[in-house]
C-alpha cells in the first residue's frame, strides 16, 4: 500500500493539472446532486477529499457527512481552505475503515483507480448503504479521445499504459466503460444510469491558444456527458443488485 502523502504534488496549489482538475471536480457533482434531487436522502460517505471541491460541494445538500482520507497533506490542506465546513473526517485507508453505519450515498469520486484493489473497495462499502441507496463511482476514462489520439500518435504504447501524470496523481490503473462496468457487476451492483465527464479533443496547452476557451471548456463538458466512451472520466451511478 502506497504512502498518500508521496503522491500529493497534484493536489497543492499551482499543479500542473489544477486547470482541468477544478473544472471536472466542479462539473460532476451537480450532475450527481441533479439525479437526487427531492428524494429525501440525507447521509453521505464520501471516500477522499481530493481538491476539496466535491466535498464543499456535496456538503451543503446533506446533514450527515463523512469523508475517509488516507493523506495527512490532503487533509492538512482541506483544513486550510474550508475552516467553517460541517464534515467528520475520518483519518485512515478506505482498506481499514470500520464502522456499523450506513448512508444514504457513497460517494467514490476519482478513488478506484488509486487503490490497491478495487473490487474490495466495492465489496466493503456496499454494506454501508442503506436498502435503496445509491453509489456513484467516477474514474478516469482510458479509452478518451485525446488518449486515443495519442496512441494513433505514438505518444502512449497503450491504451491503459500509465503516463508520467497518473504516476504523479497515484494512479495504479485505468479504467473504460467495459472493464468498470464488468468490475462493479462482479462486486454485485447494477449501473442505473451513466455519463461522460469533459469530452477533451487537444492537449490542453493546445486549446488554451484558442478563442473563448473557458467557454469551450464548458461547452466540452455539456456535449461530453451523451459520449462517455470518448470523455477523459466516467460517471455512473449504481445500486446493490
Known amino acids: ?53 466535491t466535498t464543499a460541494l456535496f456538503n451543503r445538500h446533506f446533514t450527515r457527512h463523512v469523508v475517509v482520507e488516507g493523506a495527512s497533506v490532503v487533509i492538512d490542506l482541506f483544513r486550510q481552505n474550508y475552516p467553517d465546513l460541517t464534515i467528520e473526517l475520518v483519518e485512515g485507508y478506505f482498506e481499514h475503515f470500520s464502522s456499523d453505519e450506513q448512508f444514504d450515498v457513497v460517494m467514490m469520486g476519482f478513488i478506484l483507480e488509486h487503490v490497491d484493489d478495487p473490487g474490495l473497495i466495492l465489496r466493503r462499502f456496499r454494506k454501508h448503504l442503506l436498502p435503496g441507496g445509491r453509489l456513484y463511482v467516477a474514474v478516469p476514462n482510458a479509452k478518451s479521445l485525446n488518449r486515443r489520439l495519442g496512441l494513433a500518435m505514438g505518444k502512449i504504447g ?18 473504460c466503460r467495459d472493464t468498470l462496468k464488468a468490475l462493479l457487476h462482479e462486486e454485485g451492483y447494477q449501473v442505473t444510469w451513466e455519463e461522460g465527464i469533459y469530452l ?17 471548456l464548458r461547452a466540452m463538458c455539456e456535449v461530453g456527458v451523451d459520449f462517455p466512451d470518448l470523455c477523459v472520466g466516467l460517471l455512473m451511478e449504481v445500486q446493490v443488485s
Request: aromatic share 10%; hydrophobic share 35%; glycine share 10%.
Open 1 to 53: 500500500m502506497n504512502n498518500l502523502n508521496e503522491v500529493t504534488s497534484q493536489y497543492k496549489p499551482g499543479a500542473v493539472t489544477s486547470l482541468e482538475n477544478e473544472l471536472i471536480l466542479n462539473w460532476y457533482p451537480p450532475r450527481i446532486l441533479g439525479r437526487l434531487d427531492g428524494m429525501g436522502y440525507r447521509s453521505l460517505l464520501e471516500l477522499g477529499l481530493g481538491h476539496g471541491y
Open 158 to 175: 497503450d491504451i491503459y499504459e500509465l503516463n508520467a501524470n497518473d504516476h504523479a496523481l497515484g494512479h495504479q490503473r485505468q479504467f
Open 200 to 216: 477533451k479533443p487537444l492537449p490542453l496547452g493546445y486549446m488554451q491558444t484558442m478563442p473563448e476557451f473557458e467557454e469551450n
